[in-house]
T-cell receptor, first 114, second 109 residues
Framework: ETGVTQTPRHLVMGMTNKKSLKCEQHLGHNAMYWYKQSAKKPLELMFVYSLEERVENNSVPSRFSPECPNSSHLFLHLHTLQPEDSALYLC?????????????FGPGTRLLVL | EDQVTQSPEALRLQEGESSSLNCSYTVSGLRGLFWYRQDPGKGPEFLFTLYSAGEEKEKERLKATLTKKESFLHITAPKPEDSATYLCAVGPPNRKLIWGLGTSLAVNP
């Protein structure tokens, strides 16, 4: 176990549904990340939170809405998604936001949008 | 343009057959190079961080090395449980990590 948990592990949703992904880290870290992983593509950074403040948003469509209520929890709220949003969504955390900081990943949520 | 290229894309080895995976990069002012292992349907598992050319790190059958242009992940006498995708990422100054596409390793018993 890496100390980062994600729920649910699998999710199937229609294009009109609203759902949320949850991430929790038990490592005492101050920075948390959402990534998207699609086949044949490198990991895509979506959002970065540092000390509960969103510090990076990499041109992600507004149908993805992150929330970080405290340094241990991170959510990704999903609404009116498209089939191309089907992917593995990974949460990660690091001690701080510095680029030299090692990121530790959760197991991911496999999302299928029908 | 900052770029990370991993090779080969896929590698099949017999158990005990040592080999190396390559991660070449074009980044100005490297702040760190990271190796991860990813099993199917799971998140990446951290292996190593290298910060400067000449640095080496080892863990069980794995050894990572770093030069100014590339990193190697050497696998000595691999076992079937070493089968996974190995990901490399580099950290340029003040920007997000740049990830490679990974090398898919299969070790046959």
């Amino acid at each position: 176990e890496t100390g980062v948990t994600q729920t649910p592990r699998h999710l199937v949703m229609g294009m009109t549904n609203k759902k949320s992904l949850k991430c929790e880290q038990h490592l005492g870290h101050n920075a948390m990340y959402w990534y998207k992983q699609s086949a044949k593509k490198p990991l895509e950074l979506m959002f970065v939170y540092s000390l509960e403040e969103r510090v990076e948003n990499n041109s992600v469509p507004s149908r993805f809405s992150p929330e970080c209520p405290n340094s241990s929890h991170l959510f990704l709220h999903l609404h009116t998604l498209q089939p191309e949003d089907s992917a593995l969504y990974l949460c990660a955390s690091s001690q701080a936001r510095g680029l030299q900081e090692t990121q530790y990943f959760g197991p991911g949520t496999r999302l299928l949008v029908l | 343009e900052d770029q990370v290229t991993q090779s080969p894309e896929a590698l099949r080895l017999q158990e005990g057959e040592s080999s190396s995976l390559n991660c070449s990069y074009t980044v100005s002012g490297l702040r760190g190079l990271f190796w991860y292992r990813q099993d199917p349907g799971k998140g990446p598992e951290f292996l190593f961080t290298l910060y400067s050319a000449g640095e080496e790190k080892e863990k069980e059958r794995l050894k990572a090395t770093l030069t100014k242009k590339e990193s190697f992940l050497h696998i000595t006498a691999p076992k079937p449980e070493d089968s996974a995708t190995y990901l490399c990422a580099v950290g340029p100054p003040n920007r997000k990590l740049i990830w490679g596409l990974g090398t898919s390793l299969a070790v046959n018993p």
